[in-house]
């Protein structure tokens, strides 16, 4: 029975992350457990983590640092596959612009930016921020939790803001809007997607079903 | 390589069943919800739009069960509409399972509820969805005015200006129906669409008038929406998803 923690620290609704993972879990086969939870020692003693996030940084983050999320996720990535989701990505960076400047978690070095507002796509036409929809993501290192999934295809995005690693060799995959940004991220036992496999249909499914599968590499 | 267009099949809900009706009137079933949003989501419907037009609010729970039944098996957007009026419907609607709710009357009736509730919610999950005729005769400059309760009531509030200041207010999207081409099959209305589009900075939801491909196309070509919200032409059999997304793809739009 592989037991997986949904960290819940109060932002936005967490019913389709569980449901997803669930509904991976079954096409697996893989008996499952799924707690939707920010109680410390059921993070510490859980086999996975997803890190979810929805909203404003500046609440995410006290909710976050509250809770002590941030500590548990120090110590936690070193022992056990990570799986951070949009802004549950963002927050694990040094900064985020967004509020006027909030201090993040801080396990990638590198800043959290807004998209430009009034940019043009290639055909001239103004892209509108937040970037919504189903974009292209190019993979751009080999990695478990690309398994099965065809290069360059489709995941479903919410956001106006985005991840800017440091360092090149994290990034697992880039999407355009206009111009290449960073949709996936690792290092070691952590993976973070700024998409929502849960809303990424048959993708958002095989990229859990990785997930469910995948060692870590700590 | 940029952001694909979407098509959003919309299920017009009736005390637990899918209908569709004519101007909005005219009621046919078109079945289960469950079932029609999974058939939709396995075709590559890239969301799923589930109105609630029951009438009485004593019939709500059967909207959340139904709700919950179908975020369990579709793993795409959902957005919810119809009878969210306080920030409790918004919280059953997410934990049900919505992404997103679309909120109408509510917005007309007090403004500030969107502002509460994208602060509450955040933007990404506040869809405001603007019911809107053409008021103006022929001859003179367009305008096109809002209308609440399904096209009965004026309201006085020109449209342009309307959605502006949704988005102001925190709409992360903007549904556009017209409701002189809902059910019509006569196409969007491409003038419409095309001001609203170009005066709010986020996505705009062309709906009300299709009634082949070509005019989900122009929606996108002419109107300038990013999506297209479409349901009679789905629900009867008329075309199917892969077929429009083909037509489309066909036409130089980017699709998934």
């Known amino acids: 029975m592989t037991h997986v923690a949904v960290i819940d620290y109060g932002m936005g609704n967490l019913h389709s992350v569980a449901k997803a993972i669930e509904h991976a879990g079954q096409q697996a086969a893989v008996p499952l457990q799924v707690s939707v939870t920010s109680a410390p020692e059921i993070l510490r003693s859980a086999d996975r983590l997803v890190f979810p996030g929805v909203g404003a940084m500046r609440d995410c983050m006290a909710e976050i640092r509250r809770l002590c999320i941030d500590e548990i996720l120090r110590e936690q990535v070193k022992l056990k596959p990570v799986l951070a989701i949009c802004v549950g990505m963002q927050a694990l960076l040094q900064r985020s612009e967004e509020n006027g400047g909030v201090p993040c978690i801080g396990l990638f070095a590198g800043q959290v930016k807004r998209f430009a507002d009034h940019q043009l796509d290639h055909a001239g036409a103004e892209l509108k921020v937040p970037h919504m929809g189903w974009n292209r993501v190019r993979q751009t290192r080999e990695h478990p939790l690309w398994a099965g999934i065809p290069d360059n295809d489709y995941f479903y995005f919410v956001h106006s803001y985005y991840a800017a690693p440091d360092a090149p060799n994290e990034i697992a995959g880039l999407s355009e809007y206009p111009t290449p940004f960073c949709a996936a991220l690792t290092h070691k036992n952590v993976f973070a997607v700024q998409f929502h496999p849960e809303k990424s249909q048959r993708n958002g499914l095989q990229l859990y079903r990785n997930f469910l599968s995948w060692d870590g590499q700590a | 390589m940029s952001l694909a267009k979407r098509i959003i099949p919309c299920l017009d809900c009736d005390n637990g069943r899918v209908v569709k009706g004519v101007k909005f009137v005219d009621i046919r079933d078109a079945g289960d919800p469950v079932e029609i949003s999974k058939r939709y989501c396995d075709q590559g419907a890239d969301e799923i739009t589930f109105l609630d037009i029951t009438a009485s609010s004593g019939e709500r729970s059967t909207t959340i069960h139904t709700v919950e039944a179908i975020a369990s098996q579709v793993f795409i957007p959902l957005t919810v509409g119809g009878g969210i009026r306080k920030l409790q419907d918004i919280r059953n609607m997410l934990n049900a399972g919505a992404d997103k709710v679309g909120i109408n009357t509510s917005a007309v009736l007090n403004p500030e509820f969107v502002r509460e509730a994208s602060d509450r919610f955040g933007s990404q999950c506040i869809v405001v969805a603007i019911d809107t005729k053409c008021v103006s005769k022929p001859g003179e400059p367009k305008r096109w005015e809002i209308f609440t309760h399904g096209g009965r009531n004026p309201t006085g509030l020109e449209a342009i200006a309307w959605a502006r200041k949704m988005v102001d207010y925190g709409a992360g999207e903007i549904l556009l129906t017209s409701m002189d081409r809902d059910g019509t099959r006569s196409g969007f209305d491409l003038e419409l669409n095309r001001a609203i589009s170009e005066a709010v900075t986020v996505p705009v939801i062309a709906s009300g008038g299709v009634g082949n491909l070509q005019d989900l196309v122009d929606g996108i070509l002419i109107g300038k929406a990013d999506?297209?919200?479409?349901?009679?032409?789905?629900?009867?059999?008329?075309?199917?998803?892969?077929?429009?997304?083909?037509?489309?793809?066909?036409?130089?739009?980017?699709?998934?």
């Open chain 2, 227 to 256: 999506a297209v919200l479409a349901a009679s032409i789905f629900h009867f059999g008329q075309f199917t998803i892969p077929q429009a997304k083909q037509y489309m793809r066909e036409r130089g739009i980017e699709m998934r």
